[in-house]
């Protein structure tokens, strides 16, 4: 998530008055008018006015900050804990390297999941022995619901 704040150069307990005037300084210097043929800068000006419509209303600020707050938590915990969260972020704050899953264990997971096989079209194999109970199993569900009883 990109921190608007710093988009805008601005503290986090800045006035409206303050973000309207660092937009106003930024978006001067980016508008694709003053800078032709650069991406880089109309790439710029849209996220510099993507921050100050963010932040201009105390609602939407209010909002765009919770979900800052939520991601610093979440991102914090992910790191300490591992796993791919904690790979994602090492790889964006140049920490480390990110290594996305290989397709054999994504198609794996997937089959285990949902019990079909992608490539090959084929379901997966049934073990023998009792059908499973679980939370899903339509024969329990209504045969309680309707009181029957086996």
């Known amino acids: 998530m990109t921190d608007y704040y710093k988009l805008l150069d601005v503290s986090r ?7 309207g005037q660092a937009y106003r300084k930024l978006a001067k210097r980016y508008h694709p008018d003053v800078n032709q043929g650069s991406e880089d800068a109309a790439h710029k000006f849209k996220l510099i006015h993507e921050a100050y419509d963010t932040l201009r209303s105390e609602a939407s600020r209010q ?3 919770d979900r800052l707050k939520q991601e610093q938590r979440t991102g914090s915990q992910a790191a300490q804990k591992g796993g791919p969260q904690a790979d994602r972020q090492a790889h964006a704050t140049g920490t480390g390297a990110y290594t996305p899953p290989d397709a054999a264990s994504v198609a794996a997971e997937f ?3 949902f019990g079909y096989a992608p490539r090959t079209g084929k379901k997966a194999q049934k ?8 939370p899903l199993d339509a024969d329990n569900l209504f045969s309680n619901f309707f009181g029957i009883r086996k």
Not at 13 to 19: N, P
Request: glycine share 10%; proline share 10%; hydrophobic share 25%.
């Open 13 to 19: 307990d800045a006035s409206a008055e303050e973000i």
């Open 63 to 65: 909002a765009y900050d």
């Open 111 to 113: 089959e285990r999941f």
């Open 127 to 134: 073990k023998p022995g009792k059908k499973p109970e679980g």
